[in-house]
């Protein structure tokens, strides 16, 4: 079967897994391909997305802006992380002070950006496009 100018073979073994699919970061359609070029550690090109699935060729901006979305999704997380960490930091430290708070709660954010980027980008990609696994795309290993 040739598809966006690959040949891809279907494998018997591979069993589909959204949950690992998406912590691994993979393509949503294939969950075989990498959606980010480089790790989480190269803070320089942290953000360098493939443009396209490098096995089942998906294009991963689905319309223009599409990951504008994001934005809310990274929000959401961020506002989660936030409000458990005050809420431990009261209900552990006792009510602390002003800047105890701040720190127990900025220090976490700051350091989990480019994971809140990431992951923001592939939950949306998972959860808000008509894109859903299919075992036709699926590489052969």
Same mark, same amino acid.
């Given at each position: 079967?040739? $598809?966006?100018? *690959? %040949?891809?073979?279907? =494998?018997?073994?591979? $069993?589909?897994?959204? #949950?690992?699919?998406?912590?691994?970061?993979?393509?949503?359609?294939? *969950? =075989?391909?990498?959606?980010?070029?480089?790790?989480?550690? %190269?803070?320089?090109?942290f953000t360098d997305m493939?443009?396209?699935?490098? #096995?089942?060729?998906?294009?991963?901006?689905?319309?223009?802006?599409?990951?504008w979305g994001a934005m809310y999704v990274s929000y959401t997380i961020t506002t989660g992380m936030m409000l458990v960490l005050g809420g431990l930091t009261y209900f552990v430290g006792n009510n602390p002070d002003f800047w105890w708070y701040v720190g127990i709660i900025? #220090?976490?954010?700051?350091?989990?950006? $480019?994971?809140?980027f990431r992951y923001s980008r592939i939950l949306m990609l998972y959860l808000f496009s008509s894109v859903h696994f299919d075992k036709k795309f699926v590489a052969s290993k």
């Amino acid at each position: 079967m040739e $598809t966006t100018g *690959q %040949n891809l073979k279907m =494998s018997n073994s591979f $069993t589909p897994n959204k #949950a690992l699919s998406i912590l691994q970061g993979k393509c949503p359609r294939c *969950q =075989s391909g990498k959606i980010f070029k480089y790790t989480t550690a %190269n803070v320089r090109n942290f953000t360098d997305m493939h443009e396209n699935c490098p #096995a089942c060729g998906l294009h991963f901006e689905i319309e223009p802006g599409f990951f504008w979305g994001a934005m809310y999704v990274s929000y959401t997380i961020t506002t989660g992380m936030m409000l458990v960490l005050g809420g431990l930091t009261y209900f552990v430290g006792n009510n602390p002070d002003f800047w105890w708070y701040v720190g127990i709660i900025c #220090a976490p954010v700051i350091l989990s950006t $480019t994971l809140l980027f990431r992951y923001s980008r592939i939950l949306m990609l998972y959860l808000f496009s008509s894109v859903h696994f299919d075992k036709k795309f699926v590489a052969s290993k």
